[in-house]
Nanobody, 126 residues
Framework: QVQLVDSGGGSVQAGGSLRLSCAASGDTYSRYCMGWFRQAPGKEREGVAGIYTGGAITYYADSVKGRFTISQDDAKNTLYLHMNSLKPEDTAMYYC???????????????????WGQGTQVTVSS
């Protein structure tokens, strides 16, 4: 099992940056596809970025390519999401999650992910 605690959300103006963090404990998280998801009110949860170091796989949703970067610090067992050039449409609750390696191969289908952080709110104003 993996326990996840995510943090780093906040309120920024359009064009600004934030870095989300996800501290992992329990099982070796490098065995998993680690992903960031977001959910805006009234919308389905969507996969934003994922990484599986065992298979050298990274995934980004088209909406964030070139603006967001996912990374890991293995020494700290921490997953990050660096978000630049934020837009109002990036406003959502963001969650980190751990799932099987197939999760990173299948464009972060959230139903594949069994472990979730509690979420951190990101609000981008215009």
């Amino acid at each position: 099992q993996v326990q996840l605690v995510d943090s780093g959300g906040g309120s920024v103006q359009a064009g600004g940056s934030l870095r989300l963090s996800c501290a992992a404990s329990g099982d070796t998280y490098s065995r998993y596809c680690m992903g960031w998801f977001r959910q805006a009110p009234g919308k389905e949860r969507e996969g934003v970025a994922g990484i599986y170091t065992g298979g050298a796989i990274t995934y980004y949703a088209d909406s964030v390519k070139g603006r967001f970067t996912i990374s890991q610090d293995d020494a700290k067992n921490t997953l990050y999401l660096h978000m630049n050039s934020l837009k109002p449409e990036d406003t959502a609750m963001y969650y980190c999650a751990a799932g099987p390696p197939s999760g990173c191969k299948e464009k972060l289908k959230y139903r594949l992910f069994g472990y979730w952080g509690q979420g951190t709110q990101v609000t981008v104003s215009s």
